[in-house]
């Protein structure tokens, strides 16, 4: 079993910056994949930004704007959100798997760990 707890979520304007950090416990040494992904009250789970061995993966809405990384040291997955938009406010969520198939998808249904989420709300 493999467990992610969400940090750095909070309010801020449009224009602004946050970082959010997943930790990793339990087998992290099983894991090939992590990612976030969000979700807005009666929508679904959208990817946002995934990272598998030295790749990563942006959604279109993301790009150029949002950076993920890893200390795997750590066993931390990062987003550095910039230039945050009021369409960005959401739930985020870390998630995590062994296949790769997520990550290169983008894919909500590939991944079998999560995390309980974050807010972020971005105001105008």
């Known amino acids: 079993q493999v467990q992610l707890m969400e940090s750095g979520g909070g309010s801020v304007q449009a224009g602004g910056s946050l970082k959010l950090s997943c930790s990793a416990s339990?087998?992290?040494?099983?894991?090939?994949?992590m990612g976030w992904f969000r979700q807005t009250p009666g929508k679904g789970r959208e990817g946002v930004a995934t990272l598998w061995d030295d790749n990563t993966n942006n959604a279109d809405s993301v790009k150029g704007r949002f950076t993920v990384s890893k200390d795997n040291a750590k066993n931390t997955l990062y987003l550095q959100m910039n230039s945050l938009k009021p369409e960005d406010t959401a739930t985020y969520f870390c998630?995590?798997?062994?296949?790769?198939?997520?990550?290169?998808?983008?894919?909500?249904?590939?991944?079998?760990?999560w995390g309980q989420g974050t807010q972020v709300t971005v105001s105008s």
């Open positions: 339990g087998a992290t040494d099983r894991i090939n994949c």
């Open positions: 998630a995590a798997d062994w296949s790769r198939n997520g990550c290169i998808l983008l894919r909500t249904a590939d991944f079998d760990y």
